[in-house]
T-cell receptor
Framework: DVKVTQSSRYLVKRTGEKVFLECVQD?????MFWYRQDPGLGLRLIYF???????EKGDIPEGYSVSREKKERFSLILESASTNQTSMYLC?????????FGPGTRLTVT | DAKTTQPPSMDCAEGRAANLPCNHS???????VYWYRQIHSQGPQYIIH???NNETNEMASLIITEDRKSSTLILPHATLRDTAVYYC???????????FGQGTRLTINP
C-alpha cells in the first residue's frame, strides 16, 4: 500500500530556530511536494522536486528551502522560523497523475 | 489551470448517494478534472480523475458534461466516514502542481 510519512504530527518551535520537516515515501516516486495549509487560503505549494537533487520553487518559497539527497526523502527547512510560518505542512509524492499525501505536520512557532 | 467553483457545504443522509457538483467553465481541451477529499486532521486523499469520459472506481463515479464545463462526483452509498472536504481541481496534462480551492464540506448525517 502507498505510504507517505512525515517525521512529526505536531511540532512547537521558537522564533528564530532552524526547523527541519522530513518526508519519506516508499513508492519509488520521482516527484515530491511540500504544501502548507491555512484556514481560508487552502493548500499552497512551497517547493517541489522532480528528481534527486532537483528542486523547483512553488507559489510561496520565501523563508523556506528544501533538500532531496535521496529519492525517497524530501526535507523542508525553515532557516529562521517566524510566527507567520505557523501552519499545517503537508508532503506529497507522485509518479504520474495522483498525488499521495502524508498525514501532515502542525507546526506552531511561538 | 482553469478555476473551479463548488458549493461551500452540503448535507447527505447516510446510505444515500452524495452528488457533489463542480463548475469549470474555462477548462481547456487538455485539462483533466481531479477530485480529492480531506478528512479532518488528515492529508488530502486522491479519489478519481477524468478528461471527458465518465469514470468509475471503487470509491466514486465522475460524471463530466459533454461540453466539459461542469462535473459531478458521486459517492453511491455515503457513510459517516465520507464526511470530509471535497476538492475539485482542474489540471493540465503533465502539470505537477495541484491548486486547491476552498472545496465543499460534505456532512453525512445518520
Amino acid at each position: 500500500d502507498v505510504k507517505v510519512t512525515q517525521s512529526s504530527r505536531y511540532l512547537v518551535k521558537r522564533t528564530g530556530e532552524k526547523v527541519f520537516l522530513e518526508c519519506v515515501q516508499d513508492m519509488d516516486h520521482e516527484n515530491m511536494f511540500w504544501y502548507r495549509q491555512d484556514p481560508g487560503l487552502g493548500l499552497r505549494l512551497i517547493y517541489f522536486s522532480y528528481d534527486v537533487k532537483m528542486k523547483e520553487k512553488g507559489d510561496i518559497p520565501e523563508g523556506y528551502s528544501v533538500s532531496r539527497e535521496k529519492k525517497e526523502r524530501f526535507s523542508l527547512i525553515l532557516e529562521s522560523a517566524s510566527t507567520n510560518q505557523t501552519s499545517m505542512y503537508l508532503c506529497a509524492s507522485s509518479q504520474w497523475d495522483e498525488q499521495y499525501f502524508g498525514p501532515g505536520t502542525r507546526l506552531t512557532v511561538t | 489551470d482553469a478555476k473551479t467553483t463548488q458549493p461551500p457545504s452540503m448535507d447527505c443522509a447516510e446510505g444515500r448517494a452524495a452528488n457533489l457538483p463542480c463548475n469549470h467553465s474555462t477548462i481547456s481541451g487538455n485539462e483533466y478534472v481531479y477530485w480529492y477529499r480531506q478528512i479532518h486532521s488528515q492529508g488530502p486523499q486522491y479519489i478519481i480523475h477524468g478528461l471527458k469520459n465518465n469514470e468509475t472506481n471503487e470509491m466514486a463515479s465522475l460524471i463530466i458534461t459533454e461540453d466539459r464545463k461542469s462535473s459531478t462526483l458521486i459517492l453511491p452509498h455515503a457513510t459517516l466516514r465520507d464526511t470530509a472536504v471535497y476538492y475539485c481541481i482542474v489540471r493540465g496534462q503533465g502539470a505537477q502542481k495541484l491548486v486547491f480551492g476552498q472545496g465543499t464540506r460534505l456532512t453525512i448525517n445518520p
